[in-house]
């Protein structure tokens, strides 16, 4: 052993304890019901045993406490650091993961060393790590198999590729919501940044209400009683926020839908329809969902909140379109989504 070995701190050998034997098999459960063929591979390819330059210095490591390597991996709001998420990563392999974090550290240095992001691409250490990776047996399967035909197929390697359960889903759809609300929250960020001075008080209040109403839509308003539960949430919010989006971008270039008062009024009569439909099958004795008149309720008190706030700032943002438009479009949108929990 090297004098630099000898000298190094208790946490940087507690960081090469976790990268060599510390890091825990995939729950017995699973393990136990996974293939002989993916049984036999995990173990040819033993311990995890990445090389000691990859592993961050003492320093690194205690600056590192705290971080993401998912976040830092994947540059979640900015640009990915494969280096800083490689160190991270043992650090938190360290601490044996989250133990619901199916994006901690084993995970991370799963991806890196399959796809040789900042190291040497080393397939049977990525396997090594998969073997470790919690999951469903047909996950575990998936992904083992998965890594070791990259050795004759190269391709690129992502934890989410060979996800089987709900659970899994949840975790992925939420990784790839946060990845495109960075990206979209700089495109509103722009946006707002055209519309006049003025509006951009009425802009900021606005957009608080339409966080509110889709956390309530998406919490009360979606069905969360099947396995993808998660990823089904998820989904429907960013729906909403991305036509949110389409719909600042329509506001801003003038190119709004055209109303009259007759279609506003129109839309509130169907609308009205649409939520009394909606509360009944909520509230029927027949309703085997987890949606509830309830969560209907005060999710239409928080649209309202957030319509008539759009109202007033689009009133300053763009004086051309009226607000029987505005209201007429938004109307319509409300409705739409009220008819999915009516049918």
Known sequence: MSVVLFV???LTMLLLAAATTAVAQTDDWAWNHVSAKTKAICTEVGQPNPPAADRPSAAQATALKGCDSTTLYYG????????????????????????DNLFGGTTTLMQIYANGYGVTRNLNLATAY???VDGAPAEIEGRVAHLQSLKTAPDTFDYCDDITSGYAMGHCASLESEREAAKRD?????????????????????????????????????????TARGALMI?????VRDQFVKDLNRLASGQWPTANASNA???DAALNVSYRKALAAAGSKSNLTTIKSEDIRAAQRLWLVWRDAYVRFAATAEPKVSQDAIVARLTRLRDAQLQTIRD
Do not use: W
Request: hydrophobic letters at 40%.
């Open 130 to 132: 998969a073997c470790r």
């Open 76 to 99: 979640i709001g900015t640009s990915p650091d494969y280096e800083k998420a490689r160190h991270c990563a043992f650090v938190e392999a360290a601490a044996k993961d989250a133990a």
């Open 186 to 226: 700089a495109q509103v960020d722009a946006l707002a940044a055209t519309f006049p001075p003025a509006a951009r008080p009425l802009y900021a209040a606005m957009k608080k209400s339409f966080d509110a109403f889709v956390n309530a839509h998406g919490d009360g308003e979606v069905d969360l009683s099947g």
């Open 8 to 10: 190094r701190s208790s």
């Open 235 to 239: 989904e429907e919010k960013d729906r």
């Open 265 to 267: 009024k129109a839309a």
